[in-house]
């Protein structure tokens, strides 16, 4: 294990930032890469975990690498697997637009990629891209949220960062049954970048310019427990909040009586999907499906948070 | 890369005939004879739905066809039997089918009014209603797009304007409705069309693709 440690640091040309760095000989198919955002977010802490777990199940060495949503940091980590020598890189990428080069480079090198959770925009370099169905996601929330505000009222969203496609579909799928209610009115929408401390401080001033809302519907987790912080603090743990994930945090939240719903990403499961893939192309060269893959969701209320754990449900 | 990809498609478009060809029009605004680059990804996949209704969707739908009771039986026997025989889902863990239905039964509810209008139908003859016909223009869900075994998300951009292509066959869907005045209520209804199956104790939420209503 230190052997290992010493020889891949020594093998960078430039530092990176490491989440952890694990290597394991087991029976040596080589090593598969896994980059994701940071770990700071619970979804994304999942997926490295889902990976790392069933890669060295079948046998691989594993690194888990994080790019912060940073496309320059992700640009170099994809050097450094691609100097390791990587089998396959498993992603959950730092930008739809921005990912391209990099995965082609990787490809260019002979090592396949395989995308989590978040698309590129373009098809044919990566071997597999296994999305959770964002589309079906945001509608099964919107249509819990229009429930409990009981179709009426103002409201305000959150949405999560630009450049990532699921901040778009969320939000388009929010809207697609929200605004089928017209009773029900939007009366701010702001980014809070996905980021928990920015849906804190969004909240606190939405709420002061707003402070006849009702509900809150968020992109995400972790600015759903940002903004609910918000609200708690303002003594405003009345306004129905829904988010999108489905984190421990907010299953705890719900348990508690505090946020109201969200949306179950099967984030595990689907990282340990993409590792499977990958290790059929390693072996046949092919994953025989299509390589962009939608995964349904899964709405999680006060019914059924109890049965959740880390983006899994349990029976 | 992609812009290759478009080109070789289109080459091979031109040199095969378009009946039967399995080719999907890429919707990519720069395609070559494709709509301006100015139209909203709606409208783009809105245009791209009405290309296909009639030459591609509907005859789907037909080869697919199964009449309601028959899937039930089916699938009361083994649900993933009558999936693999008479089903349609994209590739995918866990993707739930899609079947094309044919129908026949009483309306007991008929919600015109609503922007998401929809008619609750007792097709076995219970007096309790076992089917959802939805008539939009405000329809749910994907299962037209997901049931079209030539729609393969790999050749859109991105779930965005998957999205709305769904929304656009949801849209014909409804367009091509017609709908008596009146309460609807009592009436016989007779459908074709396509739902995404959850279990079986949930009602199917049809999206028609033909509609006809009888006497009461």
Not at chain 1, 54 to 66: F, K, M, S
Not at chain 2, 205 to 213: Q, Y
Request: charged share 20%.
């Amino acid at each position: 294990m230190n052997t290992n440690r010493r020889i891949f640091l020594s093998g960078l040309a430039s530092v990176v930032t490491l989440a952890t760095t694990k290597a394991s000989w087991a029976e040596g198919k080589g090593l598969i890469a896994i980059l994701t955002p940071s770990h700071d977010n619970p979804f994304f802490k999942a997926e490295a975990v889902g990976a790392e777990a069933r890669a060295q199940e079948l046998g691989y060495e594993t690194i888990v690498l994080v790019h912060d949503d940073d496309p320059n940091k992700q640009s170099e980590l994809f050097d450094t697997a691609i100097a390791r020598g990587a089998k396959a890189i498993i992603l959950d990428n730092a930008g739809a637009d921005a990912t391209v080069a990099a995965v082609q480079r990787a490809k260019d090198a002979g090592i396949p990629s395989f995308l989590i959770d978040r698309e590129i925009k373009e098809a044919g370099i990566a071997v597999s891209q296994i999305v959770s169905n964002n589309y079906q996601g945001a509608q099964l929330g919107a249509e819990e949220f229009v429930r409990i505000m009981e179709e009426t009222g103002n409201y305000v969203e959150l949405v999560g960062r630009e450049a990532d496609t699921n901040a778009g579909i969320r939000s388009s799928g929010y809207h697609d049954i929200i605004d089928q209610y017209p009773d029900m009115v939007m009366v701010a929408q702001q980014s809070a970048n996905w980021s928990q401390t920015e849906a804190f401080e969004k909240m606190e001033s939405i709420l002061q310019a707003n402070p006849d809302i009702k509900g809150l519907i968020c992109g995400n987790d972790t600015m759903a427990m940002g903004a609910w912080a918000a609200l708690e603090a303002a003594g405003r743990s009345d306004v129905l909040v829904v988010g999108f994930d489905g984190s421990n945090d907010v299953r705890d939240s719900i348990l508690a009586g505090g946020i109201k719903a969200t949306v179950l990403q099967p984030a595990y499961r689907q990282a340990q999907i993409a590792v499977e893939q990958a290790d059929k192309y390693i072996e046949t060269g092919s994953t025989g499906l299509e390589e962009k893959q939608l995964m349904d969701c899964v709405l999680i209320n006060a019914d059924n948070a109890a049965d959740l754990e880390t983006f899994a449900l349990g029976a | 890369m992609r812009h290759s990809i478009l080109l070789t498609a289109a080459a091979i478009a031109l040199l095969t005939t378009m009946s039967g060809c399995k080719i999907v029009k890429n919707p990519d605004p720069n395609a070559e004879g494709a709509a301006p680059a100015n139209q909203t990804d709606a409208e783009r996949m809105g245009i791209y739905a009405r290309e296909i209704w009639d030459s591609k969707v509907l005859p789907a739908v037909a080869t697919h066809l199964v009449p309601l009771s028959d899937l039930r039986s089916a699938q009361a026997l083994d649900i993933d039997a009558a999936g693999e025989k008479h089903g349609m889902r994209p590739d995918g863990e866990a993707n739930p089918w899609n079947f094309a239905v044919a129908g026949t039964g009483t309306i007991l509810e008929a919600n015109t009014k609503s922007r998401a209008a929809k008619l609750k139908v007792d097709t076995d003859a219970d007096g309790v209603p076992d089917v959802i016909v939805q008539l939009g223009p405000v329809i749910r869900g994907t299962a037209i797009r997901d049931a079209m075994p030539f729609i393969i998300f790999t050749n859109f951009r991105d779930q965005i304007e998957f999205a709305k292509l769904a929304g656009g066959l949801n849209a014909i869907a409804h367009d091509r409705l017609t709908i008596p005045e009146g309460d609807l209520t009592g009436m016989q209804v007779t459908f074709e069309g396509v739902f995404t199956f959850k279990n079986v104790t949930t009602s199917p939420e049809i999206v028609p693709t033909k509609l006809s209503f009888g006497g009461q």
